[in-house]
């Protein structure tokens, strides 16, 4: 593998998202609990699997999402980027096929629907955490948007990297 010359891993670890989940989950368990305490001499199967039900989806929508993580890597190669697990191997974007490259600040909610990973008519879009990322316009005309905490930092490496490629050409 080449040098890496930066590398990120973001993870969902906001507490706006976990709290309202947290309290959700609460009150679905807490009212299922209400009427099973309500009437415990008619416990059914069935009364009993829409708890459990309640558990494996709500847990299992947690675990996924506290799973999830957006893997950055530039090296000399180009960029390196996955979010996984919907992703389990690297999507290397060569630095032939990568344009211009800026800072932006983006709303996740109003420019892609949410966060994840994000796919437009045009456009491709890495969003975890925060209101930065690097758009690149590729050389498709299509633009990939990669979401950091470090922008600044992760420019300059994708600069420096695309300059080093560039001067290796004969």
Not at 52 to 74: K, P, W
Not at 111 to 132: C, E, H, M, P
């Amino acid at each position: 593998m080449p040098e890496t010359l930066f590398e990120e891993t973001l993870r969902f670890r906001q507490p706006q998202l976990w709290l309202p989940l947290l309290i959700l989950f609460t009150a679905v368990l807490g009212v299922q609990a209400y009427f099973l305490a309500k009437s415990p001499e008619s416990l059914s199967f069935l009364r009993l699997l829409a708890p459990a039900i309640c558990l494996v989806v709500f847990g299992g929508a947690s675990l996924l999402l506290y799973l999830s993580r957006l893997d950055v890597m530039v090296t000399a190669s180009g960029l390196h980027a996955r979010f996984y697990p919907l992703e389990r191997s690297f999507r290397d974007t060569g630095w032939k096929d990568i344009g211009d490259m800026r800072i932006v600040t983006v709303r996740p909610m109003r420019n892609f629907g949410g966060w994840g990973l994000r796919y437009g008519s045009k456009s491709k879009a890495y969003i975890v955490t925060g209101d930065q990322c690097v758009e690149f316009t590729l050389a498709d005309g299509s633009r990939l948007y990669v979401n950091t905490l470090k922008p600044e930092e992760f420019l300059s490496s994708l600069m420096r990297g695309r300059d080093d490629a560039l001067q290796k050409l004969p």
